[in-house]
């Protein structure tokens, strides 16, 4: 069937995206009075990693064309496709070294004015809006290619699970409408949906933290249409693992007052994740005396039940208990091994056991998190966190560097928070909140002793 030319919208290639939202970028959010102002620097340096996904995306042309040739050019071709993946890779662990770099010196800046932008409030909303709705059509936009594009990098099991179970759902809705569609565009339709409710998950967090916590509305709408406006958005927009756990930590971060509660959305989080696990020291730390241990009986509680779910279901799925066993190896996250051969990463040029002193440091810098800074608020949690979740970027062995959105949204709310030395966890009333329920039923129940004296006569 034809469709209309005025339906047939595509986003532009990778480069051209680079370039048209640099310039929407900067004529949006750049302070020309102060051009020599630290935010103008970083939002200048949001686009150093682009060129590392360019060179990526090059080397896999290369790769392609070696596939289909033979001879001597398959071979060149092969070569430069392996060169190019490799600088690659290292483009953009340079670019995440700087920003790590960035991260951690955050915590030295206390005092910090609140957002400008040289859009007004209605003009930013409506760009958000609508760029949101132009990534959402191009998303769900059923090509050839688009069918047949893999994923970048290894989905967690648990995440594999949930697309399984909305890809059976939309099959189903499908074939209730009286169309028979293959596997295929099920799944297509059920991984981009999926994604594109925890990228509108993300959009929504950033808006309330910029509304709630930092105390300016223009702050969260404009952050929120910045990570619309991004090339990473739009290279990663399918990808259901890059941006599923970051829709739990935003909305953690959205009730850090909350021991609990941010508990239990960082615990489901690393249930289905990996990644959120080696957030626990530092959240932990940052809820040390004001509500540790409820955040981390939460957090506990919810991982186990994320990971029990998916275990039990893979057992009766499963023939064996050892098939449980090969769903949950994760040998990319596992630094004392050999990578997996069919992972794509800086370590796949260099030997593989320079990652474990890699991963050494990074060890020791999440244990030095628990104690440092001794009194955490939440400027230093938005920052550490987007610290940690790009220091796995360096050791981590199916592609590392390009979970941009893993650490993206931290990233701009770091940029454009205000001052938030207040911004502390309050304090712990002692007693569990039951006890506490229970004595103010009790009260009404039964009143005081002064309530119970008989009025004079």
Not at 72 to 79: E, G, I, V
Not at 134 to 154: F, I, N, S, Y
Not at 307 to 314: E, N, Q, S, Y
Not at 416 to 430: F, K
Request: charged share 10%.
């Amino acid at each position: 069937m034809e469709t209309s030319i005025f339906l047939d919208f595509l986003l532009p290639n990778a480069a051209s995206w680079f370039y048209f939202s640099l310039l929407l970028t900067v004529a949006l959010f750049f302070q020309f009075t102060r051009p020599l102002s630290l935010r103008n620097l970083d939002l200048l340096m949001l686009f150093a990693l682009v060129p590392g996904f360019l060179l990526l995306q090059e080397a896999a042309h290369w790769a392609e064309r070696a596939h289909s040739a033979s001879g001597a050019d398959a071979a060149s071709w092969k070569l430069r496709a392996a060169q190019e993946r490799t600088f690659g890779y290292g483009w953009l662990l340079a670019a995440s070294l700087y920003w790590f770099l960035r991260a951690v010196g955050d915590i030295a800046l206390i005092r910090r004015p609140l957002m400008n932008t040289n859009l007004n409030l209605p003009g930013l909303s409506w760009l958000g809006i609508a760029l949101f709705i132009c990534l959402t059509a191009v998303a769900l936009r059923r090509t050839p290619d688009q069918l047949e594009k893999g994923t970048v990098g290894k989905q967690p099991v648990s995440i594999e699970h949930v697309q399984e179970t909305a890809t059976a759902v939309v099959h189903t809705a499908q074939r209730s409408n009286g169309s028979d569609p293959p596997p295929a565009v099920a799944r297509f339709l059920a991984e981009r949906s999926l994604a594109m409710f925890c990228h509108a998950a993300v959009i929504v967090g950033l808006v309330m933290i910029g509304w709630r916590h930092f105390g300016d509305l223009t702050t969260g709408i404009g952050t929120a249409t910045l990570y619309t406006l991004l090339p990473f958005t739009a290279y990663n927009i399918g990808q259901v693992h890059h941006i599923w756990p970051t829709a739990f930590i935003v909305w953690a971060l959205f009730a850090y007052r909350r021991a609990a509660l941010a508990g239990w959305l960082l615990g489901i989080a690393a249930g289905t994740s990996v990644v959120p696990v080696l957030l626990f020291p530092l959240w932990f730390g940052f809820y040390s005396g004001r509500g540790g241990s409820r955040f981390g009986l939460a957090f506990l509680t919810a991982a186990a039940l994320s990971v029990g779910i998916t275990a039990t279901v893979l057992w009766i799925d499963g023939p064996t208990g050892w098939d449980v066993v090969n769903a949950l190896h994760l040998s990319e996250w596992k630094p004392w091994k050999a990578p997996d051969p069919t992972s794509e990463s800086i370590w796949t040029g260099a030997h593989w056991a320079y990652r474990l002193p890699v991963f050494v440091m990074f060890v020791g810098f999440l244990v030095s998190l628990v104690v440092w800074p001794a009194r955490k608020n939440l400027s230093h949690l938005i920052a550490l966190s987007a610290a940690v979740l790009i220091g796995v970027q360096f050791w981590h062995s199916d592609r590392g560097g390009q979970y941009v959105l893993w650490y993206l949204p931290l990233i701009l709310m770091m940029i454009y928070r205000p001052t938030l030395i207040a911004a502390e966890p309050p304090p712990v009333i002692p007693g569990s909140m039951l006890a506490r329920w229970a004595g103010a039923a009790w009260r009404i129940v039964r009143p005081s002793n002064e309530q119970q004296k008989p009025l004079a006569v």
